[in-house]
Nanobody
Framework: QVQLVESGGGSVQAGGALRLSCALS???????MGWFRQAPMKEREGVAT???????SYADSVKGRFIISQDNAKSTLYLQMNSLKPEDTAMYYC?????????????WGQGTQVTVSS
């Protein structure tokens, strides 16, 4: 059974930093992982993705502030979030799929809340 478990969310003041973690278990075939977020009353949006060749992509809103990375030995995905803004407040989810060429992510975590106060 594939499981994704996020951690590291919390409350921080604007300008602060947080590091989210996502532990993946039960799936040795995922080659593309990503972070998504959803704020109240807003649609879910992609934040960043990374593939097995360590190619990354970012939403324009987080470029230069967030860094996605992975530790394959620990099967863990990270999202380092710097210079946080109140508009970064959202539930953050990690997700996995077999290839970044596929449209839909197959597996999702339960989410971790990030709240940024001004």
């Amino acid at each position: 059974q594939v499981q994704l478990v996020e951690s590291g969310g919390g409350s921080v003041q604007a300008g602060g930093a947080l590091r989210l973690s996502c532990a993946l278990s039960g799936d040795p075939y995922s080659r593309c992982m990503g972070w998504f977020r959803q704020a109240p009353m807003k649609e879910r949006e992609g934040v960043a993705t990374i593939d097995s060749d360590v190619r990354t992509s970012y939403a324009d809103s987080v470029k230069g502030r967030f860094i996605i990375s992975q530790d394959n030995a620990k099967s863990t995905l990270y999202l380092q979030m710097n210079s946080l803004k109140p508009e970064d407040t959202a539930m953050y989810y990690c997700a996995a799929k077999s290839s970044c060429d596929r449209r839909d992510f197959a597996y999702w975590g339960q989410g971790t809340q990030v709240t940024v106060s001004s």
